[in-house]
């Protein structure tokens, strides 16, 4: 381990018998910046394939979020790179809930694509795999040709309202989160073998920092950590995009639903009218095959 982040690493045999999600685990535990720690990702598909798609999870999920997605990513031939999180996942988790930060997780993403050299990029978000994610493209913005976004935003230190200020509360209160009541209570059709999968990261209050800390760094105050950079990325979106996106709502989100996703809309440079799920709450890639599906049709190729 890196001797100045103290970090558990969940038993493998957690992630034992995990509903249609049999992937290798791909391991580096060498990351610049990040040595001996290690970080894992889902790798599947041809290393020269002409598109990579980038699935970055959010709170409090990880890879296995898109375990409906990765198919029909990969039936295209591309190859399909979903990291988890340190705090997430398969991922170390650091025990120190300050170790947490945006540019923590920002940098780690960066580097991890230029270890992997990742190129002609489908970068697919939601939650904080936007927050965090659609910080990237302006930093390499010949690494990536299209996204893929889903109930997400840029974080830019204002309050995203009334729905989000009641979930952080929430969250504060709950340090031993149970992770998989909650995906349940967002989306009802999970099966116990798909909740076990979500709380399989976690098995007990140590291991959940990062759980704790994402709803915390969301930054609605203008002097928070992460500002600058959402900022840059902003104008970006809204100037410097010369990409494809397709856009994906899950309507029953109270948070980041229509509406703010409306504003996304707005904000991305040529974004297209967005595909609605009317029945689908904050996790959209839980009703990921319909929304993959739709993506590749729109954007024509693989």
Known sequence: MNPTIEALRTPEDRFADLPDFDY???????????????????????????????????EPSWSFLYRHMIPEFLATGARVVAPDFLGFGRSDKPVDDE??????????????????????????????????????PHEMPDRFDRLIIMNTALATGVSPGKGFLEW???????PDMAVGDLMKRSTPHLSDAEIAAYDAPFPDIRYKG????FPEMVMVEPDMEGVKTSKRALEFWSKEWEGDTFMAIGAQDPVLGVGVMNVMQQVIRNCPEPMIVEEAGHFVQEWGRPVARAAIAHFGKA
């Open 24 to 58: 290798t685990p791909h391991y580096v535990d060498d990351l610049k910046g990040y040595e001996g720690l290690r970080i894992h990702r889902v790798d599947e598909g041809p290393k020269d394939a002409t598109t990579t798609y980038l699935c970055l999870h959010g």
């Open 99 to 136: 170790v947490y930060r945006f540019h923590f997780h920002r940098n780690m993403l960066l580097e991890l694509i230029r270890r992997l050299d990742l190129k002609n990029i489908t970068l697919v978000v939601q939650d904080w795999g936007g927050v965090l994610g659609l910080t990237l």
């Open 168 to 174: 952080k509360a929430y969250a504060a209160s709950q």
């Open 210 to 213: 990062g759980v704790r800390r």
